[in-house]
């Protein structure tokens, strides 16, 4: 039994007294209310949820807007899939859905969001693969569209946001590849404007120049999110007059192909080039053991829905605790990938 109306005949009440009860107004008393949930339960009442969005204006959706050239690639489905499922979990306590926006890689983004917005889609918007500068961020603020973006940008219109600890990664690697004896470091960065290469490369520049280094231009490796970007890098690296006896791989799709051109040549990672990397599933299959930064993507997801929730007027109530721009720290995982001295050249 579906219908609000048979609901109302069978408790023999108006159609509105039921269904103010089921939207929770305060003019019906408890008594009444307490019939109508039960009621509504055990006769499987399912309300018309377009019904309602259209009296209520929302559409109970949210929208996560991604670019399928840079992220849906490799193993970048693995990634947002379970940022997906964390993000779904909260949702599902507030009858919401995800749907996931998927740009084309031969549109523009903003063109694309305009089209979006313009549909009046969804009630807020969760955008992903942030540019240094990007235009999203403005347009969505000057609407008062409810927002959280997976990354900083220059762009800042005072709105919440979530970013992966990219220049805690940088420092610690690093740190570590110095210290056992590198001073040829070499490191990758996405191809693309993506905002996240500017920061790591950043970091990384600083925290050489720390131990009195300076990175080498020659050795910043820019590549697609794919295995057959990191079997780019391999090639070019190894085919230096000086290759660098260590690389730290950004992104945690790359490193099969890394690690399938070096066997090609004859070059082991672990002996001949230290290598560390992003955790993905794939990496317990890697030989050496792959020593990486792994972070709880579903976590993430959490905290992201609850981030947009925050913001927007219906359920900031729920989440008064919300994180708020927030770096999201990675672990670093021990493997053995990296020596514990450089190998001489």
Not at 80 to 89: H, I, K, L, P, R
Request: proline letters at 6%; aromatic letters at 8%; one cysteine or more.
């Amino acid at each position: 039994m579906k219908g609000i109306r048979r609901l109302a005949q069978h408790l023999d009440i108006s159609i509105g007294t039921v269904s103010r009860a089921l939207n929770g107004k305060p003019d019906v008393n408890e008594e009444t209310r307490r019939r109508v949930l039960q009621a509504a339960a055990e006769l499987g009442y399912v309300p018309n949820q377009s019904g309602r969005s259209l009296r209520q204006g929302t559409t109970n959706i949210i929208g996560f807007m991604m670019q399928t050239g840079t992220e849906i690639t490799g193993q970048g489905d693995i990634f947002f899939m379970s940022v997906f499922d964390g993000v779904q979990a909260v949702f599902a306590r507030h009858k919401l859905d995800l749907v996931a926006l998927l740009c084309s890689s031969e549109e523009d983004p903003s063109d694309y969001l305009r089209r979006v917005v313009a549909r009046g889609f969804a009630d807020g918007l969760i955008l992903s693969a942030t540019q240094r500068d990007d235009p999203r961020i403005e347009f969505l603020a000057e609407r008062n569209i409810p927002f959280v973006t997976l990354g900083r940008s220059l762009t800042d219109a005072g709105q919440p946001w979530l970013d992966l600890d990219f220049e805690g990664m940088a420092q610690a690697s690093i740190d570590r590849l110095v210290a056992r004896g590198h001073r040829r470091i070499a490191i990758t960065r996405p191809h693309d404007d993506i905002n996240l290469g500017y920061i790591f490369v950043d970091r990384c520049r600083r925290a050489l120049a720390a131990h009195g280094l300076a990175l080498d231009e020659d050795l910043i490796f820019r590549s697609t999110p794919n295995e057959a970007g990191g079997y780019q890098i391999a090639r070019d690296l190894l085919a230096l007059d000086e290759p660098p006896t260590a690389i730290v791989l950004i992104n945690e799709t790359i490193a099969i192909g890394f690690y399938q051109a070096l066997s090609e040549a004859g070059v082991k990672p672990g002996r001949d080039i230290a290598v560390i990397g992003r955790y993905s599933p794939h990496a317990h299959f890697l030989s050496p053991p792959l020593t990486c930064f792994r972070l709880s993507l579903r976590d993430l997801g959490i905290a992201l829905a609850e981030t947009l929730l925050s913001a927007m007027p219906a359920f900031k109530d729920h989440y008064p605790q919300a994180p708020a721009n927030r770096v999201w720290q990675m672990e670093l995982v021990e493997g053995e990938s990296d020596p514990f001295r450089a190998p001489r050249r």
